[in-house]
């Protein structure tokens, strides 16, 4: 079953079941993680490996965290959650580097 939630013009969904498995493994809410992209953001290809579909990394704030969102852009104003989880303290200096300077 997938779930949708308009905000900012864009669609977003993802599977609940999914969902359901992110918040006992990372303790985020797919519905919370959609906040990263009411902020500043980096953004990049997930080329980690061949998912068969382009995924994309964003970083950025989830409500008082750091956290990163995997996402598919299903069309150009939908994009479908794949995982949300708090950043590494890899990718908090990366973003602080980057976007606080």
Known sequence: ???RQYR???LFEWDEIKNQINIRKHGIDFGDAIDVFNHPVLTALDQREDYGEERWI???CIAAILGVVVY??????????????????????????????
């Open 1 to 3: 079953m997938y779930k």
């Open 8 to 10: 900012w013009r864009v």
């Open 58 to 60: 964003a970083l950025g």
């Open 72 to 101: 598919v852009e299903r069309d150009e104003n939908v994009l479908r959650i794949i995982s949300a989880r708090k950043a590494t303290r890899r990718e908090v200096t990366q973003y602080k580097q980057r976007i606080w300077h």
